[in-house]
């Protein structure tokens, strides 16, 4: 137990980091007793619903550990922004793909492709010329790529796929 005395700021991150352990074990699709039981009982339901209410703060140790079982990077429960990083700190990490070029792209860009089809068949949107994919899909697409985002960005750039770049 941490008996040392916390101010304001410490209890408002506390309730931030608790929140996003909720969000991502509900996205997980887990209650807190199933954490307990996938986990072996190395995370009890009491203590994770303790740090997700942010009544308890948990060691970095613990974070990592909570992070490791979720699959998740540490820096996503603990870090200062709002939301998941992007590789362009300029933009919200949408891209916008020209769905003629990508057509026409070479048979390097056949995993986007794949995934955009997926995309298509899972919104329902099999009637238009541009498609929209948001930063984690492209951190996504990247990842089956073995790249990062900034380069799988480069690449379609350099396919012609994305709207408004030559």
Known sequence: MNDEKTDSN???FQKIVGE???KVRKRKRLSLQAVEEKSGGALRA????SYERGDRAATVRKLAEIADFYGVPVDSLVSSRDHVPSSDANDDGKVVLDLDALRAAPDEAKHLVKFVAG???KRGDFGGSVLT???NDVWMVSSVYGWSPTELREK???WGVIVGQD
């Open 119 to 121: 995309v298509q068949e």
């Open 20 to 22: 996003r352990l909720r």
């Open 156 to 158: 379609m750039a350099s």
């Open 10 to 12: 410490d209890n408002d």
């Open 46 to 49: 009491a203590v994770i619903g």
């Open 133 to 135: 994919i948001r930063g």
